[in-house]
């Protein structure tokens, strides 16, 4: 025990900042990080059931509320680590310690609102006052000191709001959770300058820490939809089929989202990066979002009908995952770093851009013209051909730079 604590400098070291980016060093997303995200799949199915349960256009508004300052400290969290993460004792306590206040917001999700709403709020004051620890202690030269006082003011900012908050009655009392979340999201945008003059954010490390988000929320639209059948006393063929169209929506999702953001990731520089990461929070609202569509486009088979919220939500969060991802297209670098063998030039990035505004079309057009008429399946299908505008034209364009990039190789040979 004595030399545990004499060597507390060893396992409590003050943790620098990482440069692995700089020296073009690839950096895998840790064990203990993938053990940290098992808390946000608990958030995750939560909303799920919460959304379940709550429908409507009120339901999905209060989802998202609610999901946006707890995304934060799992953004919060991942760029903290991006910069400082360490393997050492310290570093795995405060991570850990980081999961408890999280839990209290995971248990308090259904009556966040209501009841709970006080606990919510003093979750979200705990993890905001953890990191403002994080960063304060973290880093040794003045860069690091004064990018660690932004992040803690605004962090400072929001806590103090939650923390007020909890005195207020209603709706006062979310106007102040409103706030707060504007003092999140708009503080690192006072830091653009500092960032720049300080080691690249890593394209291997970040991009897969939001890429493996991204997995856990389609990882709630397939365990929502197979969870969703030993539920149904009997199963027919109608009820298989609309829960296999409802994985192959989930899975085209994952297509397109691995070829077109994954295998490019942002553009240098801190504000396309920021900006690659900020677009990552609706694209986790509709994918959460329609999970708990899925389920109850299943569930409703049973009945023979969907409600009216369901048939307008299914279309309305799919057009806006495929203009999301169009968008993270905007900001991601020209090379396929994948690949290796695709360019995407000016030209190239616009044709990519226009055939998932035809996808999105076709699925507006559609649901506008026959929507009333449109079976549960048949729903499905028109998103299923939506989706697979966009995924074969980038097949063919990956099937052409192959074939180019064999040609030339024979040639050189």
């Known amino acids: 025990m004595k030399a545990f604590i004499s060597g507390r400098h060893v396992w409590w070291k003050r943790p620098e900042m990482n440069t692995d980016a700089d020296s073009d060093i690839e950096r895998k997303a840790s064990w203990l990080e993938l053990f940290w995200d098992l808390v946000f799949v608990a958030v995750i199915s939560q909303f799920s059931r919460f959304l379940h349960v709550n429908n409507d256009m009120k339901g999905i508004a209060e989802f998202a509320f609610l999901f946006v300052p707890i995304w934060w400290i799992w953004n919060g969290v991942t760029f903290y680590n991006e910069r400082y993460e360490m ?5 795995r306590l405060l991570m850990f310690i980081s999961m408890i206040p999280i839990a209290g917001m995971v248990c308090s999700i259904p ?6 709403a006080a606990a919510f709020a003093l979750c979200n004051m705990m993890s905001r006052l953890l990191l403002i620890y994080m960063w304060l202690t973290a880093g040794t030269a003045p860069i690091e000191k004064k990018l660690s006082v932004y992040f803690s003011i605004g962090s400072l900012i929001s806590a103090t709001l939650f923390a007020v908050s909890v005195f207020l009655p209603s709706p006062y009392m979310f106007y102040v959770w ?3 979340i504007v003092a999140d999201l708009a503080t690192p945008l006072f830091t653009l300058k500092l960032q720049a003059k300080l080691p690249k954010i890593s394209t291997s490390h970040l991009p897969e820490r939001f890429g493996l988000l991204v997995i856990l929320t389609l990882g709630e639209t397939v365990i929502g939809t197979l969870n969703s059948l030993p539920q149904l006393s009997a199963p027919s063929l109608l009820t298989v089929t609309v829960a296999i169209e409802s994985l192959l929506v989930s899975f085209m999702i994952w297509w397109l989202y691995t070829d077109h953001v994954m295998y490019r990731v942002f553009k240098p520089g801190i504000l396309p990066a920021l900006s690659w990461c900020y677009l990552h929070l609706p694209i986790a609202i509709c994918i959460i979002a329609l999970s708990a569509v899925q389920n109850g486009m299943i569930a409703s088979v049973t009945i023979g009908h969907a409600s009216a919220d369901l048939l307008w939500q299914l279309p309305l969060f799919t057009i806006m995952i495929l203009l999301i991802i169009a968008l993270l297209g905007r900001v991601s670098e020209s090379n396929d770093r994948h690949h ?19 996808g999105a079309g076709f699925i507006l057009i559609i649901i506008l013209s026959f929507g ?16 697979s ?3 074969m034209q980038g097949l063919s364009v990956w099937v052409k730079a192959h074939l ?3 040609t030339l190789i024979h040639d050189t040979n």
């Open 340 to 358: 290796g063998i695709i360019d995407f030039h000016q030209k190239l990035e616009k044709e990519l851009l226009q055939y998932k505004l035809y």
């Open 178 to 180: 409103a706030l707060a």
């Open 404 to 406: 180019k990039n064999k």
């Open 87 to 91: 393997n050492n004792v310290r570093h």
């Open 372 to 387: 009333k008429m449109l079976s549960h399946a048949w729903l499905l299908f028109i998103i299923i051909i939506g989706f």
């Open 111 to 116: 009556q966040a609102l209501g009841s709970m």
């Open 389 to 391: 505008i966009p995924i």
